[in-house]
């Protein structure tokens, strides 16, 4: 996958994702089939790599899920979780169980609530899709990765960013959409791209118009909301419920609509 293509999946949506809405629709009725059916449990013995169960191996391999070494259960690290479709003895219960707890703050899902499980599966997919941004090789993730390891630790900001897609105005949409998935060029990344020396600030005269100074130049911003954490300098990505968050990012778009006018002559 292309570097910002993970941010830009994780912020488009898990119903945007085709490869998930099939995989977590098939996922979901064979754990609920094996959660209330001893024959359809016996598969685990047999039919692991092949039919609907392979298919629900391979799909959960790729959310990040890992096989336990009980039958029908699954850990998710990302995000802490512990899958089970319902083992149906007390032993089998007990040894899964027993697994959960060695997992420190890790909770036990037991298949059964179909809405607990659609939500583990989309967390699964989100927390994976920010793990693949991570370790992308791009100087954003080495400077979020020391601070933001874990998707708790972004979650509500993530879900934030996504709706500010739409509540920003129509003409800075697709601005606020390349700002809060690391597709922003300032003017001096512009030039090192194009191996040029840099120049100064088009609209400042600073000597080094990198993103942080674009972000904050006087000549550029309409207004002088800070920045109010890391999260928020590097991807634009307000806090929930913050006005000034959301005003902030607004007037990034603003300063992305200036340099691109700029840079297209427009
Ligand atoms: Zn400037």
Request: proline share 6%; aromatic share 10%; glycine share 4%.
């Amino acid at each position: 996958m292309r570097n910002n293509a993970y941010l830009f999946r994780l912020l488009a949506g898990h119903s945007a994702d085709p490869h998930f809405r099939i995989g977590a629709t098939a996922a979901q009725q064979t754990l609920r089939m094996a959660a209330s059916s001893q024959h359809f449990r016996n598969w685990w013995q047999t039919r692991q790599s092949y039919g609907p169960l392979g298919l629900t191996n391979k799909w959960l391999a790729r959310q990040g899920w890992q096989h336990t070494n009980l039958p029908w259960t699954w850990s998710h690290p990302l995000i802490q979780v512990v899958l089970t479709a319902d083992p149906s003895t007390t032993t089998q219960q007990a040894a899964v169980a027993a697994a959960a707890a060695a997992l420190p703050n890790f909770e036990l899902h037991k298949v059964g609530d179909p809405s607990a499980l659609g939500h583990h599966l989309r967390e699964g997919w989100r927390a994976q899709r920010w793990a693949g941004f991570l370790r992308s090789n791009t100087r954003a993730a080495a400077a979020l990765a020391p601070h933001y390891g874990s998707w708790s630790s972004v979650a509500d900001r993530a879900k934030e960013a996504s709706r500010a897609w739409n509540y920003v105005r129509m003409d800075l949409q697709a601005h606020v959409r390349a700002i809060t998935t690391d597709q922003y060029i300032s003017q001096l990344r512009l030039r090192s791209n194009q191996g040029l020396p840099p120049q100064p600030c088009a609209f400042c005269g600073a000597l080094l118009p990198n993103r942080a100074h674009e972000w904050s130049c006087v000549a550029l911003r309409t207004n002088s909301l800070p920045h109010p954490d890391l999260l928020f300098a590097t991807l634009g990505w307000p806090r929930p419920n913050s006005r000034d968050d959301r005003d902030c990012l607004s007037d990034l778009a603003e300063v992305r609509k200036k340099v691109l006018a700029l840079r297209y002559n427009k």
